[in-house]
């Protein structure tokens, strides 16, 4: 049997080999990280897929992730590690409903979360991600949004930015709406002196309670500089794992031990190395028209995200 250590030494030498760039999402396993070019939240991987040279391009993370690569480098070859890994979030906004209400709203701009399939970004006007959104819709002129569709994300947003009008539809991460108020009255009795550092995918009754909300790469970072000790992390809980790797002398637990997203789980170090060897992973091909309507929406993210 081989060691985790020899598949991570082939992987390294194959994507060398044959110059493969491999991104990986910060929910990924630790041996994951390990053997990928970059880690980060979704607005990292998209400015790091828009600069790479590389011919050849990886995703470890869900399908909207190695879509919104594609969109960026038309001309690569892109990979999704695991072709099964999706993200439900992304799936629930129906194309024909949001037509609708662009036909009902004309006066509004429409900002979706980029976890939103490639299709749905053709019709709306600008992406954001959880570490960028309060930037990008400050930056917007409008100041009437309508925003797909995570309505948990689109409620904080709308505290962050009462300036602002924003219409939200229902929708959201099955994931992080799985963690409660209970369970953090659990949490903090546990752990009394815990700081909550949550993501705004999670419902309102939890973001209210949080003292820090920000995104995957952003509560890591705010763990790792913080003079604090002890802290309960409000995400997908392989962000705790590699919180424990980072700082040893710190202390962190999961807000509720169910927020596992079992699609970015989904991939495994076997898939990677499948993946580099050519016989395991898809190949994301999108058609040429839904590229160029599609890429709009991410170019005006990354113009307004600057
Ligand atoms: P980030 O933008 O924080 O990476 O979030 C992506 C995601 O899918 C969180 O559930
Ligand atoms: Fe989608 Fe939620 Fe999983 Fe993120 S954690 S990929 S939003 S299901």
Redesign the pocket.
Known sequence: MRTVREIQDEILRLKKEKNICILA??YQSQEILEVADHVG???GLAQKAAKTDAPNVMMCGVRFMAETVKILSPEKNVYLANPTAG?PMAEMMDYDLLVQMKEDMPDYTVAAYI?TTAELKTIVDVCV???SAVKIIRNIENDKILFVPDCNLGAWLAEQLPEKHIELVRGG?PT?LRMTKRDIDKARAMLPDGLLLV?P?CHPTVVKEADFVG??TEIMAYAEKSEHKSFIIGT?NSIVEHLQFSCPDKTFIPLSKDCV?HNMKATTLVDVLNCVNGVGGEKIELDGDTIVKARRSIDEMLRLGQ
């Open positions: 999402h910060a939240d979704s607005f993200c976890n991600t959880s570490s991460c992080h993501h995918e995104s995957t997908e997203c």
